[in-house]
């Protein structure tokens, strides 16, 4: 059956539609920007002749940024802490979040509270780099993976969807006979794809974009991640030239731009390629606690 809309109702379709185009263009166009200079020669982008469209296209830049080892060292210093720091942030979050939603938990609502303290008052800089200090987490990856291991929006996130598990379903696995670590991984969690995909995503972006806490507590050049490494480009052109290579060294010499904008792009990609294969799950999960039975 075909809708009708009133005359109203069809402006404000149009105004809508028109509005979010053009946000959707002043989004997309400084990137697409990003991806042309990252494609063209030093001489276009000095001038100022490089639009949406690459002038003088090259992939000078992009074999500059394959040949650099200082960039992929950074890159699989970001794949690290973004694997692994998200597993640690799922693991712990689902195993506070799952006994605080069970209502036979004794002392849930004093956790709950315990946690919404922390998201109204954070610890300062100061506090927090003594203590990283004191744990012996200066300059070791794990500072930049441990410290954030719960996110308390993410946690009532989670407890929201887990309070949504028919409880007679977790009774009937006890009769059966199975035990608490039984009932999580073979009920609970696959149960519970939506949320971990959703949360999974916010806790691998926030990873892959640690720039502070690797500026706070990480002061060897080998344990930067890329976006460290990228802000140090920009800062003091900080490019490693090979002796060898005088087509390198011209250009990293004449306009390192290109060669900025190319390691952009290789920070920005993997990211936005990961969305599309959770797209299903990420939309499901961001509906969790917004209907109620």
């Known amino acids: 059956m075909k809708t009708r809309y009133t005359r109203g109702q069809n402006i404000f ?6 509005f979010l185009t053009a946000l959707a263009l002043a989004m997309f166009l400084p990137f697409l920007n990003v991806i042309a200079q990252s494609f063209s020669s030093s001489d276009a982008i000095i001038n100022g002749k490089v639009g949406l469209i690459p002038e003088d296209f090259t ?11 200082s960039i992929w060292r ?20 689902s195993s506070l979040a799952y006994p605080v939603s069970r209502p036979e938990f004794v002392g849930r609502k004093y ?42 929006f993410n946690f009532f ?30 009920i609970v969690l696959p149960l519970s794809k939506p949320v971990m995909a959703s949360l999974g995503i916010f806790y691998a972006v926030g990873h892959w974009n ?10 060897k050049p080998n344990l930067w991640p890329l976006q460290v490494k990228l802000k140090k480009l920009f800062e003091t052109d900080d490019i490693s030239i090979d002796p060898a290579s005088s087509v390198f060294s011209s250009l990293a010499h004449t306009s390192p731009e290109g060669i900025k ?3 952009i792009i290789i920070a920005t990609v993997p990211i936005i ?15 969790v606690g917004s209907v109620k039975s």
Request: charged fraction near 10%; proline fraction near 4%.
């Open 13 to 18: 379709n149009v105004f809508n539609i028109l």
């Open 59 to 69: 992939m000078i830049n992009y074999k500059y940024v394959f040949s650099d080892h």
């Open 74 to 93: 950074a890159f699989r210093v970001s794949v690290f802490i973004t694997v692994f720091g998200t597993l640690i942030n799922l693991i712990a979050t």
């Open 111 to 152: 956790v709950v509270l315990m946690v919404l303290f922390t998201m109204v008052f954070s610890a300062p800089l100061i506090p927090n780099f003594i203590l990283m200090k004191n744990l012996g987490l200066m300059n070791t990856l794990w500072a930049l993976m441990i410290p954030g291991a719960i996110s308390a």
């Open 157 to 186: 996130v989670m407890r929201s969807f887990f309070m949504q598990i028919p409880p007679e379903l977790i009774d009937s696995s006890r009769i059966d006979g199975c035990g608490e670590l039984r009932i999580i991984a073979s």
């Open 210 to 219: 640690t720039y502070m806490s690797a500026l706070y507590y990480i002061n």
């Open 261 to 263: 904008m190319a390691v």
């Open 273 to 287: 390629l990961i969305y599309p294969f959770l797209q299903r799950h990420f939309v499901q999960g961001m509906m």
